[in-house]
């Protein structure tokens, strides 16, 4: 199959940091402009680049390219030669600084409508994390899981200092890498907050560390900023130092708790590429769904990529010992995804989460005054990036008891166990697209002996190799709403749950003509890939926009607590 050569991603310039390998430009020259070029290899996009006089910033062998500022003429010189894929390069976010759908009127106080709580050693109260119970990581600990012998990579904005320095004195050991070549401070929060929702040796009244999974060793790899934003380019350059260290620090897990809107089909978005490339080097990647629901087809990348493990979030309703009450949150994301696949694979706990931000330096904690508990440093977010971390933790628990569980069947297990919302009637409560397998539980995980179930007819080596390329079992129906059907075209009744079929809707077929979609989206031979795309809301972006500040994708943004 003809790879692709020339796609557009949104258009911003990417924080500069790694050995410049070309020659410096000249004073007076035409300005440049990030760009990420792919070839057969990075060795050949280099020469490529440096060949029509452009400067090298990051190599990207994940890629099998490199990140590149370009004038229009030097850009212009490459789609002339046909050999290479070019792009704009892109922003990403983790949330809207503005706090967008952020309550006015929560305050701290009405944690205890969720939690009990105990002493800390200043003789404030620290409330329990309701989550490690809601999916069995209590039950888990007290049996010795931990995490310990596994390593989770963090790929966020960085961590607090004084966190750095305990964890690094601590037994829990900590690798940290900044992948923009700022400091490693966490100046958002998001990072610190995810971070030690996976591993906070914190102890609650009822004795459980706020980490689900307190033993593991941490990898954190700053990519985003105060604000929240970074590249594409400075992304990759993480996701590559990840790849290429993963044996060193005996990376198995990777959280994402990002989710940009895609832009292509998952098999030519340079991030999708990078983590199909992780999954298939032994990694599990656990990525957010993003924060754009209610409204379907709104998973963003990289959880659109169809391997890995794309998590929404659910709350207890701030009632942790009354499951009947436990929701989908109002705003996860849901699929399916734009090829069709059904998309989150899984829930897990995403409302009132309990981590940890420094008030001084976290640009969220001074946002967000009001949802800071009166302990330690601790806050309450929800978000599908809360929900993420829990499943990262969870994955490590998993490994702490089998280390030869190789990603698929990871994901295989997590659904397996995954118990799906029904309502009074044992009726599906939310569709498949809304709530994938249903929401975790890891104690049941652990000891599930399924294989088999997850990403059944994909090949991941095609996949990347560009040789064949694969759409779901998602079809839409002529009222709009979507379905599921099996390998011979025939709907899949939902309320079979779709469990007990060897869950034939996470499955993937050879991509054929594409799908039309009722809002538009048609992904096919119709688009003219090399001119720019037309997509249905009017907006017109060609291969030679330039880069702007104003094309950020506003994702994960902060959203009210539920």
Request: net charge neutral.
């Amino acid at each position: 199959m003809r790879r692709i050569l020339s796609r557009w991603l949104l258009a911003a310039t990417v924080a500069g940091f790694a050995p410049v390998l070309a020659q410096p430009t000249a004073p007076h020259a035409t300005p440049a402009s990030a760009y990420i070029v792919q070839s057969h290899g990075t060795q050949s996009a280099v020469r490529i680049v440096r060949g029509v006089g452009g400067r090298i910033t990051h190599d990207l062998p994940i890629i099998h390219g490199v990140s590149a500022m370009l004038t229009p003429a030097q850009a212009a010189r490459l789609r002339q030669l046909g050999t290479v894929d070019l792009f704009a390069d892109a922003a990403v976010t983790t949330q809207d600084r503005s706090g967008s759908r952020r309550s006015s009127t929560y305050s701290s106080s009405t944690s205890s409508r969720s939690s009990s709580s105990s002493s800390s050693s200043d003789g404030s109260t620290v409330p329990n994390q309701d989550a490690r119970a809601e999916i069995g990581a209590d039950r888990l600990a007290a049996q010795g899981f931990d995490g310990t012998g596994v390593a989770v990579a963090v790929l966020d904005s960085g961590l607090p200092r004084s966190w750095v320095q305990y964890a690094q004195n601590s037994n829990m050991g900590l690798i940290a890498y900044s992948a923009d070549g700022s400091s490693f401070q966490d100046a958002s929060g998001h990072g610190s907050h995810v971070t030690t929702i996976v591993a906070n040796p914190i102890r609650s009244v009822n004795g459980q560390p706020l980490g689900i999974a307190p033993g593991v060793r941490l990898v954190s790899v700053k990519a985003f900023d105060a604000n929240g934003t970074s590249t594409y380019a400075t992304v990759l350059n993480g996701l590559n130092w990840i790849l290429n260290n993963r044996a060193t620090y005996n990376i198995r897990v990777l959280n994402l708790s990002f989710a940009a809107k895609p832009q292509s089909f998952y098999w030519n978005d340079p991030i999708d590429q990078a983590v199909m490339k992780l999954w298939q080097a032994g990694v599990v990647v656990v990525a957010s769904a993003g924060n754009g629901g209610p409204t379907a087809q709104t998973i963003g990348v990289p959880g659109n990529t169809p391997y890995i493990i794309t998590v929404g979030a659910m709350t207890d309703n701030y009632a942790p010992s009354n499951p009947r009450s436990w929701r989908l949150t109002s705003f996860s994301s849901a699929g399916p995804t734009f090829e069709g696949f059904v998309k989150p694979d899984i829930l897990a706990p995403g409302g009132h989460i309990i981590g940890i931000m420094d008030p001084y330096t976290a640009l969220l904690a001074q946002l967000h005054p009001t949802f800071a508990l009166p302990v330690d440093n601790l806050y309450l977010m929800s978000g599908t990036s809360q929900a993420a971390a829990v499943v990262s933790a969870s994955v490590a628990l998993m490994l702490q008891s089998n280390l030869a569980l190789t990603p698929d069947v990871v994901k295989c297990r997590l659904m397996a166990s995954a118990h799906p919302a029904v309502n009074s009637a044992n009726q599906l409560a939310y569709s498949v697209f809304q709530q994938g397998a249903g929401e975790i539980n890891v104690y049941d995980a652990v000891y599930s002996q399924s294989t088999g179930c997850a990403n059944a007819g994909l090949n991941i080596a095609s996949d990347l190799a560009g040789t064949a390329h694969f759409g779901g079992p998602a079809r839409q129906a002529a009222d709009g709403s979507y379905y599921v059907v099996d390998q011979n075209g025939s709907p899949i009744d939902q309320q079979g749950y779709l469990w007990n079929n060897g869950y034939l809707w996470n499955s993937g077929y050879l991509w054929n003509s594409g799908y039309l979609w009722d809002n538009g989206y048609l992904w096919n031979s119709g688009y003219l890939w090399d001119n720019g795309y037309l997509w249905n809301n009017g907006y017109l972006w060609s291969e030679s926009a330039t880069a702007s500040p104003t094309n950020t994708a506003a994702i994960n943004m902060w959203v009210d607590q539920e």
